[in-house]
C-alpha cells in the first residue's frame, strides 16, 4: 500500500472515530439528562448556550441541595456554601476551615415538603472566640494607644496547628478618627481570616452603615472596640456571613478588664 493511500485510509477510519464517539457522547447526554435532570428550570434543547453555561455556573457556585428524609445527612466538607431545601424551608450551610454553619433563611410548613429536617448549627474549629482572648487583648493595647485614630487587625487561624496568629494589616491612606482603610490580610498556608477586628477611637462600639457594606459578602467573626478613651471601653461582635449579621455577646471587661 502505497504511503498517500495509507493516509487516506487513516484518516477515514479517525473521521468514522470521531463520529461514533460524538454519537455516543449525545446519547449518553440524553440518558443523563432524563435519569439526573437538570436542577435549574430551563428547557436545555432550547435555552441559549451562553446563559445555560451562565447559569450552571452560578449553580455550581451556589448549589441547592434536597435534605435527605431517610439516609444520612452529608454535610459540606470543602470550602463554598449551598442552600439546602428540608421539610420546613430553606436553609443556608457554610463551610470553611474554622467553620461549619448551618442558619434557616426561610421557614415554612403550610406545604408538606417531602424532605428531611435540618437544625441550626454553628461549629467553630476553635470552639470559642475566648481561644482568642489573649490576642483580642493586644488589639486592644494597640487600639487604645492609637485612639483616637482608628486601628485594625487580623485574627488568622490555622486549622492544622490548631494555633491563632496576629497581623495587622497594610493602612491605605491615613486612618483617622472616623474610618480607617486597609489592605485585606493574605493567610499564610492552612490559615483563614477567622476574626477581623477595628477600633473606633472615642466613638462607641457598634456597626456602622460602612461597615455593614464592607463585611457584606463576607464569612468571618467581625469586632469592634469603642469609648477608649473612658474608664471601661465598649466592644461588639457579630457573625458575618453572607450578608447574615448575627450579633455575638461578649463582656468588654474580659479584654480590658
Same mark, same amino acid.
Given at each position: 500500500?502505497?504511503k498517500?493511500?495509507?493516509?487516506?485510509?487513516?484518516?477515514?477510519?479517525?473521521?468514522i472515530?470521531?463520529?461514533?464517539?460524538n454519537?455516543?457522547?449525545?446519547?449518553?447526554?440524553a440518558?443523563?439528562?432524563?435519569?439526573?435532570?437538570?436542577?435549574?428550570?430551563?428547557?436545555e434543547?432550547?435555552?441559549?448556550?451562553?446563559?445555560?453555561?451562565?447559569?450552571?455556573?452560578?449553580?455550581?457556585?451556589?448549589?441547592?441541595?434536597a435534605?435527605?428524609?431517610?439516609?444520612p445527612?452529608?454535610?459540606?466538607?470543602?470550602?463554598?456554601?449551598?442552600?439546602l431545601?428540608?421539610?420546613?424551608?430553606?436553609?443556608?450551610?457554610?463551610?470553611?476551615?474554622?467553620?461549619?454553619?448551618?442558619?434557616?433563611l426561610?421557614?415554612?410548613?403550610?406545604?408538606? /415538603?417531602?424532605?428531611?429536617?435540618?437544625?441550626?448549627?454553628?461549629?467553630?474549629?476553635?470552639?470559642? /472566640?475566648?481561644?482568642?482572648?489573649?490576642?483580642?487583648k493586644?488589639?486592644?493595647?494597640?487600639?487604645?494607644?492609637?485612639?483616637?485614630?482608628?486601628?485594625?487587625?487580623?485574627?488568622l487561624?490555622?486549622h492544622?496547628?490548631?494555633?491563632?496568629?496576629?497581623?495587622?494589616?497594610k /493602612?491605605?491612606?491615613?486612618?483617622?478618627?472616623g474610618?480607617?482603610?486597609?489592605?485585606?490580610?493574605?493567610?499564610?498556608?492552612?490559615e483563614?481570616?477567622?476574626?477581623?477586628?477595628?477600633?473606633h477611637?472615642r466613638l462607641?462600639?457598634?456597626?456602622?452603615?460602612?461597615?455593614?457594606e464592607?463585611?457584606r459578602?463576607?464569612?468571618?467573626?467581625?469586632?469592634?472596640f469603642?469609648?477608649?478613651?473612658?474608664?471601661?471601653?465598649t466592644?461588639?461582635?457579630?457573625?458575618?456571613?453572607?450578608?447574615?449579621?448575627?450579633?455575638?455577646p461578649?463582656?468588654?471587661?474580659? /479584654?480590658?478588664?
Amino acid at each position: 500500500m502505497k504511503k498517500q493511500e495509507f493516509a487516506n485510509q487513516f484518516s477515514e477510519l479517525l473521521d468514522i472515530t470521531r463520529a461514533s464517539f460524538n454519537t455516543f457522547l449525545e446519547t449518553a447526554e440524553a440518558v443523563l439528562r432524563e435519569q439526573r435532570p437538570l436542577p435549574l428550570a430551563v428547557d436545555e434543547e432550547t435555552a441559549p448556550d451562553d446563559q445555560l453555561q451562565m447559569d450552571m455556573a452560578l449553580l455550581a457556585a451556589a448549589p441547592v441541595a434536597a435534605v435527605p428524609r431517610y439516609a444520612p445527612f452529608h454535610p459540606l466538607q470543602e470550602s463554598g456554601h449551598r442552600f439546602l431545601l428540608a421539610a420546613d424551608g430553606l436553609h443556608l450551610e457554610v463551610r470553611r476551615p474554622w467553620l461549619h454553619y448551618i442558619q434557616p433563611l426561610a421557614k415554612h410548613t403550610a406545604v408538606a /415538603i417531602p424532605f428531611g429536617e435540618m437544625t441550626k448549627k454553628c461549629e467553630l474549629d476553635f470552639g470559642s /472566640i475566648g481561644s482568642a482572648l489573649d490576642l483580642m487583648k493586644e488589639f486592644a493595647t494597640k487600639a487604645k494607644a492609637d485612639a483616637p485614630i482608628e486601628a485594625a487587625a487580623s485574627l488568622l487561624w490555622n486549622h492544622k496547628e490548631k494555633a491563632w496568629r496576629i497581623e495587622y494589616p497594610k /493602612i491605605i491612606g491615613e486612618a483617622t478618627a472616623g474610618s480607617i482603610q486597609y489592605e485585606q490580610v493574605v493567610p499564610g498556608p492552612d490559615e483563614s481570616l477567622a476574626i477581623d477586628l477595628h477600633s473606633h477611637g472615642r466613638l462607641g462600639a457598634l456597626f456602622s452603615d460602612t461597615d455593614n457594606e464592607d463585611d457584606r459578602g463576607s464569612v468571618k467573626i467581625a469586632g469592634v472596640f469603642g469609648d477608649l478613651d473612658k474608664d471601661q471601653p465598649t466592644v461588639a461582635f457579630r457573625m458575618c456571613v453572607l450578608g447574615l449579621y448575627i450579633d455575638i455577646p461578649v463582656p468588654a471587661s474580659k /479584654i480590658f478588664g
